[in-house]
Nanobody, 121 residues
Framework: QLQLLVSGGGFVQPGGSLSLSCAASGSIFTVNTIGWYRQAPGKQRELVAQISSGGTINYVNSVKGRFTISRDNAKNTMYLQMNSLQPEETAVYSC???????????????WGQGTQVTVSS
């Protein structure tokens, strides 16, 4: 019943910035990891950034120093601030959450709807 609602994305020129949001609703849960993935045309899907339940953050090397992942626990929302975007980062970006529903002993992986990010002049 958990829903991951993604907002943001769009068209931006090289060097520009975009911000993505992923809000969870509809269920009670605890978080194992949450993160952002992307899949460019003709490429494999890759993990862009993620946060663990303990606050540990990992980035793919290519975005370090330019992208920032953050979370607002009170709002059950995760963000990805993307700066200095490059054309090769044109991709469908997706929100991912590995969570434990309250009262259950197993984890469930949820995906939000993908959002298109296009970087082009």
């Amino acid at each position: 019943q958990l829903q991951l609602l993604v907002s943001g994305g769009g068209f931006v020129q090289p060097g520009g910035s975009l911000s993505l949001s992923c809000a969870a609703s509809g269920s009670i849960f605890t978080v194992n990891t949450i993160g952002w993935y992307r899949q460019a045309p003709g490429k494999q899907r890759e993990l862009v950034a993620q946060i663990s339940s303990g606050g540990t953050i990992n980035y793919v090397n290519s975005v370090k120093g330019r992208f920032t992942i953050s979370r607002d626990n009170a709002k059950n929302t995760m963000y990805l601030q993307m700066n200095s975007l490059q054309p090769e980062e044109t991709a469908v970006y997706s929100c991912n959450a590995d969570i434990n529903p309250i009262g259950l002993s197993f984890s469930i992986i949820y995906w939000g709807q993908g959002t298109q990010v296009t970087v082009s002049s």
